[in-house]
């Protein structure tokens, strides 16, 4: 049995221990989780020595299935992928390994193709009606059971996947969307949930009180929906991270306006939100006007965007400068985008939607 030297301790033990525990504590480590199965192996590819393109250096089987590889942080930053028996690469981008840091990574080796699951009937006691959720398992759902995905809500979940369902027969495309980005590695791994509207009852779930003309003012009752049955059910029934980081919101027109509405008032469980050509004229620009007034910044990062033809351009432009004066600032928790000659419509919402995608989960931007 060893003791530990003390300060003053001197000789070959003592500085070989007082290195070990140095280069420990100055190391740069990689965890990947899958599980190969017995007789394979993961390997590392990399920019720097000790890796290379060219030969995969071997990770370490720990337990859980997490495959382990460390060295200096002196290295500096490191570009590196995963290999299956040094022969098959993981799928989407590279990933970029800081200096000094501990990185899990959670990849897989299959084709970008995500699948649909479909809950019909679920019953919203808040709303006394009940709809379809549409969820979109990312790819490596069924491939590495050892991850957890962050998770998009979607409002109009009918017209996001399906051209049967969607308005006018025009989806937004999203599963092939998510595919095409998550495979070529601008897009991390997401669960995308689906919310169909109760089509009698859309205008007033999606709308805070009251709009002169047109009355509303049953979002803060799709809200309880959301929070209370919806993202309950989503997270005991499939592999899910928790917490407003990995928790977004999306919707256009009248959806964008409650995506803008639940997630500044529910910060603690939305950490972002995408409101695309949004209904911010609902009440005479009331929502807008609470921003303005509001004392301080609520802790959520935000995409915008607006067609140029009869989009709601001016009250969105408006909206940004209310954000903006409130201290978010563009690029970090906001992004403002203006769709040229994009109207409002399915097909223009479509079109753009790689944009919050990857705002709200950029590559590499999951906290596990």
Not at 290 to 311: F, H, I, M, S, W
Request: charge should be neutral.
């Amino acid at each position: 049995m060893f003791s530990t030297p003390s300060r003053s301790a001197s000789g070959p033990l003592a500085a070989l221990v007082l290195f070990l525990m140095s280069t420990l504590a100055h190391a740069t480590t990689v965890r990947v989780h899958y599980d190969v199965g017995y007789g394979n192996r993961i390997t590392l590819r990399g920019s720097k020595a000790p890796l290379s393109w060219n030969t995969g250096t071997p990770a370490t089987w720990t337990a859980g299935n997490v495959w382990t590889l460390s060295w200096s942080n002196t290295v500096g930053d490191v570009e590196l992928k995963p290999l299956v028996n040094d022969s098959a690469w993981s799928t989407g981008a590279n990933y970029r390994i800081p200096a000094g840091a501990t990185v899990d990574l959670y990849p897989f080796f299959g084709a970008a193709s995500g699948r649909m699951q479909y809950v019909s009937n679920v019953y919203s006691p808040q709303l006394g009606n009940s709809r379809t959720l549409a969820v979109y398992l990312p790819p490596s759902y069924g491939e590495n059971p050892l991850k957890r995905y962050p998770v998009l809500y979607a409002h109009d979940g009918q017209n996001l996947f399906n051209a049967s369902s969607a308005f006018g027969g025009v989806e937004w495309r999203m599963d092939e969307t998510a595919n095409a980005l998550i495979g070529n590695g601008t897009l991390d791994e997401v669960i995308i949930v689906g919310v169909y509207n109760a089509a009698a009852n859309r205008l007033y779930e999606y709308t805070p009180c009251c709009d002169a003309q047109y009355g509303g003012g049953g979002a803060d009752t799709y809200e309880r929906f959301l929070i209370d049955t919806v993202r309950p059910y989503v997270d005991q029934n499939f592999r899910t991270l928790t917490g407003p980081r990995n928790t977004a919101l999306i919707g256009s027109s009248l959806g964008g306006l409650v995506s803008f509405y639940i997630g500044r008032r529910n910060p603690a469980v939305f950490g972002k939100l995408a409101a695309l050509s949004s209904s911010f004229w609902w009440n005479n620009q009331a929502l807008t006007q609470q921003v303005e007034a509001a004392p301080t910044k609520v802790a959520v990062k935000v995409y915008l965007d607006a067609g140029t033809n009869a989009d709601g351009l001016p009250e969105t432009t408006r909206m940004r400068d209310a954000l903006a004066a409130d201290g978010h600032v563009q690029g970090q928790d906001l992004y403002y985008y203006v769709a040229q000659g994009a109207g409002h419509n399915e097909a223009s919402w479509a079109a753009r939607l790689h944009l919050p995608l990857t705002y709200l989960f950029p590559w590499q931007g999951t906290v596990y």
